[in-house]
Each structure stands twice: as structure tokens, then as C-alpha cells.
């Protein structure tokens, strides 16, 4: 499907932003129900929390892994049509529920417990998000593209905020593949 020049602009911020973004979460379910650190495993399901610094070193380890595995992808092209952004986001999906099962299984302090479950919270609803966009583009929605492209973008955000106030550095970076 040709698009018009306009069209191919909107789809190529549309595709910047899913390869950016999509998933900062995985730099963003389903997965694990333990990690093991320096402290042995920990996980959501009542398990003793874990101190500040194994929570910030076991999250960011995980966020990392994921940030690894997308870089690894191969590139968007420079001038991207619909195939091409539903490759790249269904590509990106399984390492986001991978990465956010790994963050799940992580019991952080109490006192940070409220708000890990807001960044847990934002974190599956962009894998979310990213499902629809590759539903959308399958589909050759492309106006619904760019409002979950928006969607996406102020997600994306609220979960680097989210992060950077819970120490997650590593997780609050935007990556995108570069294989």
C-alpha cells in the first residue's frame, strides 16, 4: 500500500516512536515469578523485600537484558511502511512480557512498593498499546497508528519518570534495534 508524502511522515514518527519506545518498559505480561540476586530469589507473591540497592541492581539487570535484545534487531529501514512496524513491534512484544515478567517477580522495598506497582501498571498497559499498533498496522489503520503512536509517546514518559524516581536508570532509556 502506497501512502501519500504526508502519510509516509506520520508513519515514519509512528515507527520512531514504537522503535524508540516500545517499549521502554523493556528499556517494557506474563513470565517469571522469581529472580534471583544477591539476595536469592524475591518475588511479587509476598516474599520478603528485597534492600534498595539489590532492587535497583536486580531491576536494572533485567531492563538491560531486554535493552540488549532489541538493539539486536534489525533496524527499521529509513523509509518504513505498515509491514515494517508491525515486524519490528511484534519483534519487540515478547522481550517487553519478558522483561516485565522479570520485573514482576521483584519484591522492592515496602516504601517503594506503591510506586513500583504504578510503573508495573503503566508497563503492561504499553505492551498493550504496542499489541494494538501491530492490529492497526496489519490491519492499514493508519489513523489509529498515530493515535496509539500518541498513546505510546505519553506512556513511554510517564514510565521513564516512573523509573528514573525509582532508581531504574537502565529501564528509563529509550532504545531502539540496531542490528
Do not use: H
Amino acid at each position: 500500500m502506497r501512502t501519500s508524502i504526508v502519510n509516509r511522515i506520520g508513519l515514519a514518527a509512528v515507527a520512531g516512536c514504537v522503535a524508540v519506545g516500545a517499549l521502554a518498559f523493556a528499556g517494557c505480561g506474563g513470565g517469571s515469578t522469581s529472580t534471583t540476586g544477591a539476595s536469592g530469589a524475591s518475588g511479587a507473591s509476598g516474599s520478603t523485600p528485597l534492600s534498595q540497592s539489590d532492587f535497583v541492581s536486580q531491576a536494572n539487570a533485567a531492563c538491560k537484558e531486554g535493552n540488549d535484545k532489541i538493539e539486536a534487531l534489525t533496524a527499521l529501514p529509513s523509509n518504513p511502511d505498515l509491514n515494517d512496524l508491525a515486524r519490528i513491534t511484534e519483534q519487540q512484544i515478547p522481550i517487553a512480557n519478558e522483561v516485565y515478567g522479570k520485573l514482576s517477580a521483584i519484591t522492592p522495598p515496602s516504601d517503594l512498593q506503591s510506586d513500583y506497582d504504578v510503573y508495573l501498571a503503566n508497563g503492561k498497559t504499553q505492551i498493550g498499546v504496542a499489541q494494538q499498533i501491530t492490529g492497526a498496522a496489519k490491519s492499514g489503520d493508519t489513523s489509529q497508528l498515530k493515535a496509539l503512536a500518541q498513546k505510546l509517546s505519553a506512556g513511554n514518559d510517564q514510565g521513564d519518570t516512573e523509573a528514573k524516581a525509582l532508581g531504574l536508570d537502565e529501564c528509563a532509556k529509550n532504545v531502539s534495534p540496531q542490528g
